[in-house]
């Protein structure tokens, strides 16, 4: 079946990236301008690290979107969460522009209401069902059902950067380093972030995280956990041990944080969806 499958670059680097086309965010810092398209991530920590004013983001125009979805007659495209970026609105007014210029032309755009590992297997359950031949109207059914079961938490290394870009108050990120003190965010389900819990010590957020899957109506056999990491390969294996040990998922996919998650999961951040 031939229909183009459209990403923004909030889907992580090392995902199979094949028969996909990832439409890429711009990083600003200071006074530079960075493509998130294969870009170095290691190198983008360093520049933030060094950088003393908040860095910014830039989601892609509706003409990028575009210039994607007109290569070919049907399209599905996943962006990042409508809730966290304008990415998704700019996918939606391409797609309006497109029925205005290419009538013929069928696009269809999902919020994932995720970010990272979340929009990550959001955009692999689409890819394998477009590789099945399932039907358009079941792709667009089961993918919408699958978002809506879908669950996103994280775990920061560091809150500085939070309070860089404004997130939270410098007094709370220099008190919750201080104290040890992690917060495991998560999504509301509707796309936002909000906070699950404040646990002391690294160590103790990481298991209560573990602890939190289990109290989730989860199909694990038929269910595909991602963890997105973030210069933390060894905490990502980690942390899928202990998944995988406590509780029978189908799959455990670990993956590498883009440009773009990089700049708010930070170094060391871990992002979990299932």
């Known amino acids: 079946m031939d229909i183009n499958l459209i990403v923004d670059s909030c889907v992580d680097c090392n995902i199979d990236t094949k028969d996909i086309e990832k439409i890429p965010f711009k990083i600003i810092i200071e006074d530079e301008e960075l493509i998130d398209s294969d870009l170095d991530t290691m190198d983008l920590l360093v520049k933030m690290k060094n950088s003393k004013s908040h860095t910014k983001t830039a989601c892609p125009s509706p003409e990028d979107f575009i210039n994607a979805f007109k290569k070919c007659k049907d399209t599905f495209a996943v962006t990042i969460s409508s809730a966290l970026s304008g990415s998704y609105n700019s996918a939606m007014l391409a ?13 269809h755009v999902f919020d994932s209401k995720s970010a990272a590992a979340g929009e990550s297997l959001v955009t692999l359950k689409v890819k394998q069902m477009i590789e099945d031949n399932i039907d358009i109207p079941e792709i667009i059914e089961n993918t919408n059902k699958y978002i809506s079961k879908l669950r996103t938490f994280f775990i920061l290394d560091s809150l500085d950067n939070l309070a860089k870009n404004g997130r939270i108050t410098n007094f709370k990120a220099i008190i919750g380093n201080v104290l040890h003190i992690v917060p495991i965010m998560g999504e509301d389900g509707n796309g936002s972030i909000i906070l699950k819990e404040q646990i002391r010590g690294k160590k103790k957020a990481f298991s209560r995280l573990v602890d939190m899957i289990g109290e989730y109506n989860v199909d694990f056999e038929n269910t595909t956990l991602g963890i997105t990491h973030c210069n933390c390969f060894e905490k990502a294996e980690k942390l899928r041990d202990e998944i995988k040990a406590k509780y029978p998922f189908k799959d455990i996919k670990i993956f590498t944080a883009s440009g773009l998650s990089s700049v708010y999961a930070y170094d060391g951040g871990i992002v979990i969806a299932f």
């Open 95 to 107: 797609v309006n522009l497109m029925k205005e210029k290419f009538p013929e032309n069928f696009v």
